[in-house]
């Protein structure tokens, strides 16, 4: 059974510009949440999507924004990159949006932004 | 408000030590999961365990135990005999009862290192 896959696993970017990372999760799951880590502030959680709809959001500005397919597969998006932003991404994926549920996640992307 | 701290910032022991990582959480919801994650230097988190606030029984999974006490809000994690593999950052979460969500809160991790 394959796993969370994030793509690409690593890119740099220069300031302003802007990324899109992509998480493909575990056949048959359905929701998909993603998560900032940097050295400094740890692990946050950014966002949270089930069945295409954004179900639960992080304390982020609205440069970052994700969506999700019917195939639930996420990306997430950042637009005006700043050097804060590198950082390592992960997708984490769960059979159903609910507290009781295992998270399973990817290898993720780490972005660097120069 | 919810959060999880992890004093230890690092430990370092030498192969066959036992060790303990410490996590104390808070939360004012009456229902709510701990998680205990190991991530490897390829950065993947790796799920160890989850325990609901219902259950303070401790577990115990080969050289892994976890000691779950409500009254000091902790859930800690002990590795017995500890081996070069076990070398990670080890990270406890929570997760709140409010609405269907997958939002974890972390703590801010503990780097194991064991010595051969």
């Known amino acids: 059974k394959a796993g969370v896959t994030q793509t690409p696993r690593y890119l740099i970017k220069t300031r302003g510009q802007q990324v899109t990372l992509s998480c493909s999760p575990i056949?048959?799951?359905?929701?998909v949440s993603w998560y900032q880590q940097t050295p400094g502030q740890g692990l946050q959680f950014l966002f949270e999507?089930?069945?295409?709809?954004?179900?639960n959001k992080g304390n982020f500005p609205g440069r970052f924004s994700g969506r999700q397919f019917s195939n639930s597969r996420s990306e997430m998006n950042v637009s005006t990159l700043e050097l804060g932003d590198s950082a390592l991404y992960l997708c984490?994926?769960?059979?159903?949006?609910?507290?009781?549920?295992?998270?399973?996640f990817g290898e993720g992307s780490r972005l660097t932004v120069l | 408000a919810q959060k999880v701290t992890q004093a230890q910032t690092e430990i370092s022991v030498v192969e066959k030590e036992d060790v303990t990582l410490d996590c104390v959480y808070e939360?004012?919801?009456?229902?709510?999961?701990l998680f205990w994650y190991k991530q490897p230097p390829s950065g993947e988190l790796v799920f160890l365990i989850r325990r609901n606030s219902f259950d303070e029984q401790n577990e115990i999974s080969g050289r892994y135990s976890w000691n779950f006490q409500k009254s000091t809000s902790s859930f800690n994690f002990t590795i017995t005999a500890s081996q070069v593999v076990d070398s990670a950052v080890y990270f406890c979460?929570?997760?709140?009862?409010?609405?269907?969500?997958?939002?974890?809160?972390f703590g801010t991790g503990t780097l194991l290192a064991v010595q051969p």
């Open positions: 984490a994926s769960s059979l159903v949006a609910s507290n009781t549920g295992e998270l399973f």
């Open positions: 056949s048959g799951h359905r929701s």
């Open positions: 979460a929570l997760r709140g009862l409010g609405g269907a969500t997958n939002k974890l809160i």
């Open positions: 999507y089930f069945s295409e709809t954004q179900r």
């Open positions: 939360t004012r919801d009456t229902t709510y999961y």
